[in-house]
Structure formats: structure tokens, C-alpha cells
């Protein structure tokens, strides 16, 4: 038999048909490799007295695009978080809160009174602009008011502290 020079060259295009009718849109080169593998192997093990060459590489690029497949999917498979799972891991997951109100507090601190109402009602009680306004009798322009008051000096407070 030929060289695996000269098998490779002409087994070549059956490689790149294969990737095509498996679909494989992912990862080429891999197949490309599992592919030349497979043709050496086969030429390896091929006994001619079985019968021609061709059909029998066909089968084994065909086997061993398969069996990588297979092997590659269970491994994406252990390796991916479902999101599920991902998000129970995160309710578990509770945060530092004597942290969190530390740096919550030196934040307030920098605020007038009722920009501190805003921070806190929002911050800590999760209410939106318009429930703020309601449940301390005031408009909801005013409550925008202390929001932006109060963005812009946290911003200029970060940016102090950065440079």
C-alpha cells in the first residue's frame, strides 16, 4: 500500500464530506484532526485480503467523527451550568450583609436627608420612584430630584476616591 502521504491526499475530500454530512458547524479542526486520526488507523489496520480500502476508511472517519462527537457533547454536557441550576446556586449564595451595610452607611453619609430617603427606600426596600412619592406625600418630581442630587454626588464621591 501507498504512503500515508499519498492515502491522506487522497482521502482527503471524504474528511471534509463527512464534517458536511454530519453537520458539524463547530470546531472543524478538531474533526480535521479526529478525521486524519481515523484514516491512519485504518491504514494501519487495514488487511487487504478484507476487501478495498475506501468503504472500510469511510467507516472508520465515519466512526471516529461520531465517537468524538459523542465524547465531546458529554463533556460540554458536565462542563455547562443549566440555568436552573445556576440561579438556585445563586439564591444560596447570600451576601455579605454587615458588609453590604457598611459601605451603604459611608454612602448615606454623603447625602442630605432627603436624598437619604431616596437611597435607603430604594436601596434597601426595592421601591420604585413612585412609590417613594406616595409613601412620603410628596411628587414624584420631587423624588427624581433627590435621585439625581444623589447619583451626582455619589459619582463625584467614586471618582474622588479613584484618582
Known amino acids: 500500500m501507498n504512503s500515508f502521504d499519498e492515502v491522506f491526499a487522497q482521502f482527503e475530500p471524504m474528511i471534509f464530506h463527512m464534517i458536511r454530512k454530519l453537520n458539524i458547524h463547530q470546531d472543524h479542526e478538531a474533526y480535521i484532526q479526529e478525521g486524519m486520526l481515523s484514516l491512519w488507523r485504518a491504514w494501519e489496520k487495514f488487511d ?85 412619592a406616595e409613601q412620603e406625600g410628596v411628587s414624584v418630581s420631587a423624588v427624581k430630584k433627590w435621585k439625581k442630587g444623589a447619583v451626582t454626588k455619589l459619582k463625584i464621591s467614586l471618582s474622588d476616591q479613584l484618582e
Open 48 to 132: 487487504p485480503a478484507q476487501g478495498e480500502f475506501a468503504p472500510y476508511a469511510y467507516q472508520c472517519i465515519r466512526g471516529g467523527m461520531l465517537t468524538y462527537m459523542r465524547s465531546d457533547n458529554r463533556r460540554k454536557e458536565r462542563e455547562s451550568v443549566h440555568s436552573e441550576e445556576f440561579w438556585e446556586m445563586r439564591e444560596d449564595s447570600a451576601p455579605d450583609t454587615a458588609f453590604q451595610r457598611d459601605i451603604f452607611n459611608s454612602c448615606a453619609k454623603l447625602l442630605t436627608p432627603a436624598q437619604q430617603k431616596w437611597f435607603w427606600l430604594t436601596f434597601e426596600k426595592d421601591l420604585s420612584v413612585a412609590q417613594i
